[in-house]
């Protein structure tokens, strides 16, 4: 790793001295200062007017990077660590927040749920990355315009909009396809749009079919490493007995193995040049996803479990939008939404040798309101705003004799009554430009009222819980204020400070399920409060149209952080579940924490069509667990990416590096959900890998891909997962775009 770091930085040294004309600096600069980020603030805006960093992947660079999930495009930038457990799967992580601690969003439409976990979420893979125009990141608490659970940031997700046509007659007005083959995990994915309309209509049909195999992991590590993680046993069914068998291919991860389809439809009405009504409807089905890291699990010698599994991930989404634009009068924009979205998903496992197989379904349907008015003039721009979300929650489980079909009740992951949680807000946010846009200050506050109902049918069931319903009502006030300083066309000073909340969910509250395999069981706790951080960050842009250099640095003051921690059940710290004495958990709010990083990212142009890239993100965070300080959870090491790029209007080719520092085991919290059981002794290892691609133009509308990831074939684990990362992976690719 430190002979890449310091070719690069040689590289780096010799090429900076050579010179650039003015007209490419401008050409290069111009396409950097006008981004515009579409629903950062609810309404179009250039970036440089958001003091809030804000990362931003395009559609091409999506397929670029020949990402297979939304989250491998996240992966892919060094921007963002992914948590993995299986290959159906990717749990993003923000400034140390992670799953219900940061908002993911599509369309403008807020994606977490009443039963969003706090350990690791993996809804990002039901968004096609084939269908999305871009991904905007907004680090650090966001909670002012889009509400609870935006503690470390928010992951918005923008589908392509249909393209109107020119004429009153209809015509294509876009279209793409694309087959692509992985060596890896065997991938086959095939993709499908079309886009027509005329001047005052338009649609657009995307259709995603993807098929992946068992993911075989890299062959070359340290011995003890590879053996640990090797996969030896497959349990097979043999005469109507569980057997372990031994796996031919050690290195293959069997169970890991997928397929998904995803559709998205949007229509776009426009009566005149102001007015615009727009329908999304998204579909999102895979099939049964394989619980890897619970199949490899073995007490004595013997598997834990037969099966484990997740059942079809089913999400669909419909939504209208009325958008009106360039009004007179005092608001020149309005924005409002109108959505629901139901989630169907399940957890089915079985123990080694035993005959029954539980299944715990739930489903959840999810009602949005979200309304916005924007006032703009020279020198200040106002949004007013108010959004609701409405959950409902039905939790089902039974168990299941495999040999003579019997069923019987069992326990329910969520309370089995009633299960609603409704989230209210208003807020307003005022950006005033000063000095022709050379300061810019943001600036806005939010009232959230949020209440929370679960009722308990049979509590026998659930253990005889001494209750049998659970309420809270929640309040809270966030807000945020911010500098931007441009002295210069090239150099943008920033500091921000914000507040952020987390109302806890069902899944906080609720929830009754074993969340480790024999080593913990999760018990309910009615008394949980909400969570709320408050933030500082600072942050330096120099873009000269040779350097963009981006540096920043935070720090977050957690208080009611909800950790997983001992507790006790009547009285009892261990109670007898599935046969296994097991030890009691809850989520409670422990104390206080606190989090601070800073990262740096540089892109080095020494010509219009080269360019050298480099970026490392650092955070550390501690809890105050009895004035002792313990590890905070979800904290991954440093991350970074490096790499060498050149590209034309023909084609590209980029030879980069991803890497992960080391986690120590003195840096994981010893009760938290950083699955420490699927590491090392010593941790989780430091890895790099070196990856290459490629693309060139056929045709006017064609695009051929290659590329190699991996090429080391090295063996490693991002930090907190429970499988290998992929070996050496050879993809090709061909693409149409029109």
């Known amino acids: 790793m430190k002979k890449i770091l310091l070719a690069a930085c040689a590289v780096f040294s010799i090429l900076h001295v050579q010179a650039q004309t003015e007209e490419q600096k401008d050409s290069i600069k111009q396409v950097s200062l006008t981004e515009v980020v579409i629903a950062g603030n609810k309404f179009a805006e250039k970036k440089k007017n958001i003091v809030q960093k804000i990362d931003i992947i395009t559609a091409k660079e999506i397929r670029m990077t020949n990402a297979q999930t939304a989250a491998d495009a996240l992966i892919n930038t060094g921007q963002v660590f992914v948590q993995k457990s299986q290959q159906g799967g990717g749990s993003p992580v923000l400034r140390g927040f992670e799953a219900s601690r940061i908002q993911l969003n599509v369309d403008g439409i807020r994606f977490n749920n009443a039963i969003s976990r706090s350990g690791h979420m993996q809804n990002i893979i039901s968004v096609d990355n084939n269908s999305l125009d871009r991904i905007e990141v907004l680090n650090g608490p966001a909670s002012t315009i889009h509400g609870s659970d935006a503690l470390g940031g928010v992951i918005l997700l923008k589908t392509k909009d249909p393209k109107m046509g020119k004429t009153k007659k209809f015509e294509v007005t876009s279209g793409n396809a694309l087959l692509r083959f992985s060596t890896a995990n065997s991938e086959k994915t095939g993709s499908l749009g079309i886009g027509f309309g005329n001047k005052h209509f338009a649609s657009l049909t995307q259709l995603t079919y993807s098929d992946f195999g068992d993911l075989v992991q890299g062959k070359n590590g340290v011995d003890s490493i590879m053996n640990l993680w090797k996969k030896k046993f497959i349990v097979e069914r043999i005469d109507g007995q569980d057997s372990m068998v031994v796996n031919p291919d050690p290195y293959k991860q069997v169970a890991t193995g997928y397929s998904q389809f995803d559709l998205l439809q949007k229509f776009t009405i426009a009566h005149t040049n102001h007015y615009k009504h727009g329908f999304n409807f998204q579909l999102s089905n895979s099939s049964n996803i394989p619980r890897y890291d619970r199949l490899t699990e073995t007490s004595n010698g013997i598997p834990r479990n037969a099966e484990w599994y997740y059942g079809p991930q089913f999400r669909t989404l419909a939504a209208y939008t009325f958008n009106a634009t360039n009004l007179n009068g005092f608001f020149n924009d309005i924005n409002a939404t109108m959505s629901h979205q139901f989630w169907k998903e399940s957890r089915h496992n079985r123990s080694f040798k035993k005959t029954a197989l539980n299944h715990r379904t739930e489903k959840v349907n999810v009602t949005g309101l979200n309304f916005a008015l ?73 009232f959230n009222y949020t209440t929370l109902y679960s009722t308990l049918i049979d509590t026998s069931i659930q253990f005889r819980l001494p209750y049998d319903e659970l309420s809270q009502q929640n309040k809270a006030l966030t807000g945020n204020l911010g500098i931007a300083y441009m002295p210069q066309d090239e150099l943008r000073l920033t500091a921000n400070i914000s507040s952020g909340y987390r109302s806890p969910n069902i899944d906080d509250m609720a929830k009754v399920f074993e969340s480790v395999s024999g080593h913990r069981l999760m018990v309910p706790n009615v008394d949980l409060k909400p969570e709320i951080t408050k933030n500082a960050d600072i942050g330096i842009q120099y873009n000269d149209g040779v350097v963009d250099i981006n540096a920043y640095g935070f720090y977050t003051h957690f208080t009611n952080a909800i950790v997983s921690d001992r507790f006790t059940y009547n009285g009892q710290d261990s109670v007898l ?133 991996n090429i080391l074939d090295r063996n490693y684990r991002y930090f907190a997962s429970g499988m290998s990362a992929a070996g050496r992976n050879f993809i090709v690719a061909m693409r149409f775009n029109y």
């Open 577 to 709: 579940y599935e046969g296994n004495l097991t030890p009691v958990f809850a989520s409670q709010n422990k104390a206080t924490a606190f989090i601070y990083g800073g990262g740096f990212n540089v892109i080095f142009r020494p010509q219009v069509h080269l360019s050298l890239s480099g970026s490392i993100n650092y955070t550390y965070g501690r809890f105050n667990n009895d004035t002792v300080l313990v590890p905070l959870d979800h904290i991954p090491p440093v991350t970074g990416r490096l790499g060498i790029k050149y590209e034309t209007k023909k084609w590209y080719t980029e030879l980069y590096s991803l890497y992960n520092t080391r986690k120590r085991l003195y840096d994981y919290n010893p009760n938290g959900e950083d699955n420490l059981q699927y590491s090392t002794p010593n941790g989780t290892p430091g890895w790099y890998t070196v990856n290459f691609r490629a693309g060139v133009t056929v045709a006017k509308y064609v695009q051929l891909q290659a590329g190699v990831e």
């Open 374 to 446: 924007r006032h703009k003039d020279d020198m200040n721009e106002l949004t007013l705003g108010a959004d609701a979300q409405l959950n409902d929650v039905k939790s089902t489980a039974y168990k299941e004799d495999i040999i003579t079909q019997v069923q019987a009740p069992i326990d329910t992951r969520y309370p089995d009554g009633k299960n609603r949680m409704n989230l209210y807000g208003v807020f307003v946010q005022h950006t005033l430009k000063l000095d022709d846009g050379k300061v810019v200050i943001n600036d806005g506050v939010r």
